[in-house]
């Protein structure tokens, strides 16, 4: 990896565009008393009446204090899906290129495989839910560009061993994307800490589970310097709204409701766990460092389906390799927990 260099990984096509410049772009400097009417913006103040920061430099401000990144060394989206789309596009040449992914895992990594016309590559896990990094390893080739490892893992909310990752990430040739949607309610560290030993990296957070912000729609990547310029030059110029870049401001700056409300979905989650392997046609509540449970039943579409007739709707998981019969249920609050397991009971009574 000592002489890895994206230039060999980006495409063509990429290579070649600059930036787009926005009329916001050019002048940074909103608040200095200057007169803007270089964007065809309406002029009466209603304080969304501008176009948003398409550097969302304040947020990134916020962000670099909280996680030790330089503001440069990350890109913010539409979501992690604007985000992880952004990658593809900059790295996979339509009907040409390949990415791999670790199945049972996230869908979207298939769907953007799919609309992006790249070839997508299922490695399954092991059996205890771990890469098979060898397998990977000895699979990768000229035409894998992106290699996709989703830790904690939904849905079967296991983190990946930090050696195999290591491996993984010296190993792989292209780039490493890895998916930390579900880093806050991990006892794991996340690897945002050692982003600079390794030029192949890509890290994406999300404001749409711990934050409880998925409304809003923030995805965050980080990248080497040299990688976000590159996506730089392809996203869409005000891809982040204002209210989203105020919502997100907000909800940053206040890091003690996020640890007070991650503690309590951890706690309600460990309860849950227990409360569910009471229940005689639950099999197997698998370990999660996430905010949901992955569990196996008797006959997950029968559970399902008698769950949904209760008015409870959980994700039926067990078409998916090595998720037979299992069912992924998140964390709700006290309430939703306890008419759950209520229901499961009476389930349970009724035979
Ligand atoms: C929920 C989830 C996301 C979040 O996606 P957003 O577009 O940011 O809401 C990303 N990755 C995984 C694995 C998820 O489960």
């Known amino acids: 990896m000592t002489d890895f260099s994206i230039n060999y990984l980006v495409r063509e096509n990429i290579k070649k565009m600059m930036p787009y410049s926005s009329a916001r772009d050019e002048f940074k400097e909103a608040s200095l008393d200057m007169i803007f009417i270089d964007a065809n913006e309406n002029p009466f103040d209603n304080g969304l009446n501008r176009y948003p920061d398409p550097q969302q430099n304040k947020v990134k401000q916020t962000l670099s204090e909280i996680k030790g990144v330089k503001p440069d060394q990350m890109l913010l989206g539409n979501g992690s899906d604007e985000v992880l789309d952004l990658i593809f596009r900059v790295f996979c040449e339509p009907k040409k290129d390949a990415v791999i992914a670790l199945p049972p895992t996230y869908g979207m990594y298939k769907v953007l495989a799919s609309t992006n016309d790249v070839e997508l590559i299922n490695i399954p896990l092991q059996e205890d839910f771990q890469p098979n990094v060898e397998e990977i390893l000895e699979y990768q080739n000229k035409k894998t560009k992106l290699l996709f490892l989703c830790s904690p893992n939904n849905p079967t909310a296991?983190?990946?061993?930090?050696?195999?990752?290591?491996?993984?990430?010296?190993?792989?040739?292209?780039?490493?994307?890895?998916?930390?949607?579900?880093?806050?309610?991990?006892?794991?560290?996340?690897?945002?800490?050692?982003?600079?030993?390794?030029?192949?990296?890509?890290?994406?957070?999300?404001?749409?589970?711990?934050?409880g912000l998925a409304g809003i729609r923030l995805g965050i990547c980080y990248a080497s310097q040299e990688i976000i310029a590159v996506l730089n030059k392809i996203k869409p110029p005000y891809n982040v709204n204002q209210l989203t870049q105020e919502a997100a401001l907000k909800a940053l700056k206040d890091q003690e409701r996020l640890k007070k409300e991650v503690m309590t979905i951890i706690g309600d989650r460990e309860q849950l766990a227990s409360e569910l392997r009471d229940i005689s046609f639950v099999e197997k509540v698998y370990p999660s460092d996430a905010n949901f449970l992955l569990i196996k039943v008797d006959d997950a579409d029968k559970r399902y389906q008698q769950l949904i007739e209760e008015g409870i709707v959980v994700r039926n998981r067990s078409k998916q390799f090595l998720c037979e019969n299992c069912l992924r249920i998140t964390v709700g609050d006290y309430l939703e927990s306890e008419e759950l397991i209520l229901t499961l009971l009476k389930l349970q009574s009724n035979r």
């Open 158 to 211: 296991n983190s990946f061993n930090s050696k195999k990752v290591e491996q993984l990430i010296k190993g792989f040739e292209g780039i490493v994307v890895i998916d930390e949607a579900y880093i806050d309610f991990s006892k794991e560290e996340s690897w945002l800490s050692r982003l600079n030993e390794f030029p192949n990296l890509i890290v994406t957070q999300t404001l749409s589970k711990a934050y």
